[in-house]
């Protein structure tokens, strides 16, 4: 077991190379750092760090200490932002077919894409709309019929982390009404993508990716505690 010294040394380390990490822009940061003494991937420091534009993502390279034995490895890691688009119809969910190949399966899931994709990250925290018109034109706008308009964007929950180890994203979710067009529900299954209207019960049934579950989950949460209704 680690000592109160040794945890401190971690948190001091952890502060230094979230600095390290603010300095080069990235965006999204390290929330803890445990010894290995007590069976945890030690961070130590950074080895080299790669910006991919688009899609926006920090691919940071980490020297750490394997748990127990205290040995040294590399360890890679993913960093990036992102904004979960929740689309009504009415009171239904547009989902999105896609083709995991991680997984060999296809999945039902809610419109997802990194918020720099299309646009930097103060423009993505200052001006939503403009940025979800953005990720909307370039998620769903294939199977809109007619001119696709915003009614109604609300900020549903923000900082939701979606974390394989490997892999770090901190995502906001907004529920997106639109009005003054219809959709042409797709089931082709030869295209890798495809679409569908789901109510609200179908949709916990049918997504299993872990983005799309915690942003129904933080829709729930918006219904239950502060009474959102999805007709309103």
């Known amino acids: 077991m680690s000592t109160p ?17 603010r300095d080069m822009g990235c ?10 003494q007590d069976g945890a991937n030690e961070l130590v420091r950074i080895i080299s760090s790669y910006r991919q534009s688009r899609p926006f993502f ?20 993913k960093f990036s932002t992102g904004m979960i688009v929740i689309t009504m ?11 995991r190949p991680t997984i060999g ?25 403009a940025t979800m018109q953005a990720i ?13 308009d915003i009614s109604d964007i609300m900020l549903i929950d923000e900082g939701i982390s979606e974390d ?22 797709d089931f082709d299954k030869s295209k890798n993508i495809t679409w569908k209207l789901f109510s609200l019960e179908e949709a916990r049934r049918s997504v299993h990716d872990m983005h799309s579950k915690g942003a129904l989950l933080s829709l729930l949460d918006k219904m239950e505690f502060d009474g959102l209704s999805l007709g309103d």
């Not at 940061?29 to 445990?34: D, G, T």
């Not at 119809?89 to 083709?99: A, C, P, S, V």
């Open 5 to 21: 010294a040794q945890r401190r040394l971690c948190e001091q380390r952890r502060e230094r190379l979230n600095q390290e990490l």
């Open 27 to 36: 965006p999204a940061l390290i929330r803890k750092i445990h010894p290995y």
């Open 58 to 77: 920090w691919l940071i390279s980490f020297e750490y200490r394997k748990p127990k034995t205290g040995e040294k490895g590399v360890w890679s890691i």
């Open 89 to 99: 119809f009415g009171e239904k969910l547009l989902l999105k077919r896609k083709h």
């Open 105 to 129: 399966a296809w999945t039902w899931e809610i419109p997802r894409a990194f918020t720099n994709i299309l646009v930097d990250a103060a423009t993505a925290k200052h001006d939503p709309i």
């Open 136 to 148: 909307m034109h370039n998620e769903v706008e294939s199977v809109f019929a007619g001119k696709v």
């Open 164 to 185: 394989t180890g490997m892999s770090a994203v901190d995502s906001s979710v907004y529920l997106v009404k639109l009005t003054g067009c219809s959709v042409s529900e």
